[in-house]
């Protein structure tokens, strides 16, 4: 659909796998389920009503989409050394790279840090404190819900700025839906206090260590979290001129 | 027993409250804190401010606890306009987003459809593609917003000192502004003029003499309110170290934008991260080192100076760019009608309808599978930031592949900075809280989406 990237960012295009080659990789690996690789959405059919009733969107038609895998080495740009600093701090200081960082994704000319909702805090600290690094500036948590990576539902992503250096990156953890549990990065950057309620609002995903961990959208007393894909968008139809457009989430959609 | 009413001229005493209506509110979380000041017994009142109170810039809600005139905790309360707009975006094309997103800050509604754009370019892969002419209209809107947003903040802002000439002011220079932006997009705000990929349109003939002509207009009154705000006597009493934050204190707080830069930090988004060539254009970055509440009124009016230079800037460019495309060349992101307005004043496009209706079906199905269906974005997650007239702006994008945002989410200014409340009015006087929350600039649209 799109042409070429013509823009020369960090990320060279060899290193972005399309989603046929993702695809072929999940397949090859069927049955022992990659952890790494984000099931987004498994699709069947182009379009129509979901369940029964296939017009004519052909519902035996499966498709698996997957988020851009790992990237590997060189990451290209900045980002290797940026690494390279973050691995030597975390192994001298703190729980070790390997155990802290599950893996990197590069994509959009931007990096991604996967880490291990254990050892977030500590990843924050080194990443804000180390003189290499200085990333002093939090611009806020974003949840996402995956509802087909299984075990690791929830995601918080977290957008960091680095003034200094004029860097930007974004750390994932991922929790699941049964034990949705990440520690509270408010210690490391104040600023994600009401980010973080916003999150635990939207999506339930419970910070631990937060001062104080409320709704900050909804009433207190509401039920459920209304940023997971499960919760309905509860649209009410629109009558026009003696037509009736159907809510948005209830209308013919394009898979 | 006494019926007369109570009066401001005199001390009241118990006898006179007799027979008058009281009112105690109830509900919600207020009776808890009621009841919490009552067990302590402290001499300490707890006033609710808000969530309808006039000074809080919509639907705000502060808790203010007082002791006598000084404020030694104030707390902010949000979520009284929460819209759902970005659960809805994950139901609607991409396209159909920026209909969305453009409501949320409804002051600055430019700045949520040019981010939310940008984006997605991103994630298409087509950053490059956008021709020149789309991005200097960007940047055209961008910087009128800019201005109208401080105009807003300056003039809602001395209506709160209780200075109405300022605001007649202030509002008569938006309303150029948003003159210009009926004539460009149709609309006074809400406008879902840009679009993935460029701008819906190109700009209507005479656009720039047009804009030259009421920016002349835009300085007047500029000049005017500050003659009046600048030197003024109640304004230095009322402004100047008021509501202090300090730059550690702001990157701490994650705050932005002009009360960063009041601070003395010249960070800009338009400066660390360009994006619609903002590094080809000569301006600076204003900043003060006070970090009060007249610092920060400072820096904006200074920031609208730099905008208007930048509008001199891009409105030539827009005078040698005249003819050239204002939307990416690929089909199937660039919608295929160029609407012209009609003798019924709706938009129409004749040649398009003839073209469709009439030749080819291929063109007709095309059009129907685009505006209906939308297209594609390749999987993955996109961030972009820009410089908001309240401060960072950031956009997460998540795409499944699909036809609609897997998810949207909007780091949104005003919402961050909101965060400061408490730290600005804690400690000052309870006059002192309206002059800080609206140095803060917060609009509640955005605030809560």
């Given amino acids: 659909m799109s042409p070429e990237k013509k823009n020369d960012e960090p990320q060279t295009a060899a290193l972005r796998p399309t989603t046929g080659q993702v695809i072929a990789k999940a397949a090859a690996s069927a049955g022992e389920a990659h952890p790494l690789l984000e099931v987004v959405a498994v699709r069947h ?3 129509g009503p979901a369940g029964s009733g296939d ?13 851009p895998g790992p990237s590997e080495r060189p990451y290209g740009g900045w980002f290797d050394e940026v690494v390279d600093v973050l691995a030597e701090v975390l192994d001298e200081e703190g729980p070790g790279y390997a155990a802290a960082i599950e893996y990197v994704v590069v994509e959009n000319g931007e990096l991604n840090l996967h880490v291990a909702p254990e050892h977030l805090v500590a990843v924050c600290s080194a990443l804000r404190d180390d003189p290499d690094l200085r990333f002093e500036l939090s611009l806020g948590v974003s949840g996402v819900h995956y509802p087909h990576d299984q075990g690791r539902e929830l995601h918080a992503v977290y957008h960091l700025v680095s003034i200094t250096h004029g ?81 948005a989430d209830e209308r013919r959609t394009y898979r | ?77 949000i979520g009284y306009l929460h819209t759902g707009i970005e659960k809805n975006m994950e139901y609607r094309t991409w396209t159909q987003g920026v209909t969305f997103c453009t409501r949320m800050d409804y002051v600055a509604p430019l700045f949520q459809e040019v981010a939310y754009c940008l984006a997605v370019e991103k994630l298409l892969g087509v950053t490059a593609d956008v021709p020149e002419r789309a991005s200097q209209i960007r940047v055209l809107m961008m910087e009128l917003q800019r201005i109208s947003s401080h105009m807003v903040f300056l003039g809602t802002g001395g209506n709160e000192m ?4 300022v605001m007649m002011m202030c509002f008569q220079a938006r309303e150029d502004i948003l003159e210009i932006f009926e004539l460009v997009t149709g609309l006074r705000m809400n406008h879902a003029y840009v679009r993935p990929g460029g701008v819906a349109q190109d700009l ?9 002509k009421k920016m002349d207009s835009v300085r007047k009154y500029l000049r005017q309110a500050e003659d009046l705000v600048m030197e003024n006597p109640i304004v230095h009493l009322r402004m100047k170290e008021t509501g202090y934050l300090s730059t550690a204190a702001c990157m701490a707080l994650g705050v932005t934008g002009p009360l960063l830069r009041a601070t003395g930090l010249p960070y800009d988004v338009r400066k660390t991260e360009p994006y619609c060539g903002y590094e080809t254009y000569d301006f600076d970055i ?54 012209a307005i009609a003798g019924d004043g709706m938009g129409t496009s004749p040649e398009h309808v003839k073209e469709i209706m009439g030749t080819s079906m291929e063109a007709l ?19 972009q930031t820009i410089e908001h007239a309240k401060g960072t702006m950031g956009v997460h994008l998540v795409s499944d592949g699909g036809t609609k945002p897997y998810r949207a989410h909007f780091r949104d200014p005003s919402f961050n900075n909101l965060q400061a409340t408490s730290m600005i009015c804690e400690g000052g006087q309870v006059a002192d809280v309206v002059v800080s929350v609206a140095s803060i600039d917060p609009v509640l649209g955005g605030v809560d989406r």
């Fill in chain 1, 45 to 47: 059919g182009m379009f």
């Fill in chain 1, 55 to 67: 017009t004519s969107g052909y519902g035996g038609l499966v498709t698996t989409v997957v988020m």
């Fill in chain 1, 167 to 247: 860097h930007q990156l974004r750390l994932e953890v991922a929790v699941s839906e049964a034990d949705p549990h990440v520690p509270s990065t408010t210690s490391v950057y104040p600023t994600n206090d009401w980010h973080e309620r916003e999150t635990y609002d939207f999506f339930g995903i419970v910070f631990d260590g937060h001062p104080g961990l409320a709704r900050i959208m909804m009433p207190d007393d509401w039920v459920g979290h209304p940023q997971r894909k499960d919760y309905p968008l509860a649209g009410i139809p629109v009558e026009f001129k003696g037509a009736t457009v159907p809510p």
């Fill in chain 2, 1 to 77: 027993m006494s019926t007369q009413t109570p009066h401001a001229t005199g001390a009241l005493r118990d006898d006179d409250l007799d027979g008058v209506p009281t009112f105690h509110p109830v509900g919600g979380d207020w009776s808890d804190v009621a009841a919490e000041a009552a067990r302590l017994g402290e001499e300490r009142i707890v006033v609710n401010m808000g969530p309808q109170h006039p000074s809080t810039h919509g639907v705000l809600r502060l808790l203010l606890e007082i002791d006598g005139e000084t404020v030694t905790e104030a707390r902010a309360g």
């Fill in chain 2, 162 to 165: 209780g200075a109405t000439t």
């Fill in chain 2, 204 to 212: 209507p003939e005479n656009t720039t003499a047009f804009v030259r």
């Fill in chain 2, 286 to 339: 204003p900043t003060a080192t006070e970090g009060d509440n007249y610092a920060r009124m400072v820096v904006r009016l200074e920031e609208v100076y730099q905008s208007l230079r930048i509008i001199e800037q891009v409105l030539d460019r827009l005078d040698a760019s005249r003819g050239t495309p204002v939307m990416v060349a690929d089909k199937k992101i660039a919608w295929p009608a160029q609407l």
């Fill in chain 2, 365 to 383: 199905i095309h059009h129907f599978k685009l505006v209906t269906e939308g297209f594609r974005v390749p999987e993955g997650q996109v961030w």
